[in-house]
Nanobody, 124 residues
């Protein structure tokens, strides 16, 4: 089992920055792909970013590329999402996820582990 706990959400203004953290516990964190997803009211959960087990490879959704940065610290069993130039449309509950499959960590289908989410609200 892997437990994921997100933190760092809050209310910010458009153009501000925020950093989300996801602390993992349980099985070997460094062997999992890690990702961030988000869900806005009335919308389906969508992929935001993923990072490989080593941190050497990252991939982003087009809507956040160039503004968000995913990183991980395997010594601390933590993955981060640095969010810059935030927009009102970034408002959502952000979820951390873990999977051994690169396909799963990108699609979100049959995800092995999910966190409970942290709310990010961006005001205009």
């Amino acid at each position: 089992q892997v437990q994921l706990v997100e933190s760092g959400g809050g209310l910010v203004q458009a153009g501000d920055s925020l950093r989300l953290s996801c602390a993992a516990s349980g099985r070997t964190f460094s062997s999992y792909y890690m990702g961030w997803f988000r869900q806005s009211p009335g919308k389906e959960r969508e992929f935001v970013a993923r990072i490989s087990w080593s941190g050497a490879s990252t991939y982003y959704a087009g809507s956040v590329k160039g503004r968000f940065t995913i990183s991980r610290d395997n010594a601390k069993d933590t993955v981060y999402l640095q969010m810059d130039s935030l927009k009102p449309e970034d408002t959502a509950v952000y979820y951390c996820a873990a999977s051994r499959s690169i396909a799963t960590i990108t699609s979100g289908r049959d995800m092995e582990y999910w966190g409970k989410g942290t709310l990010v609200t961006v005001s205009s």
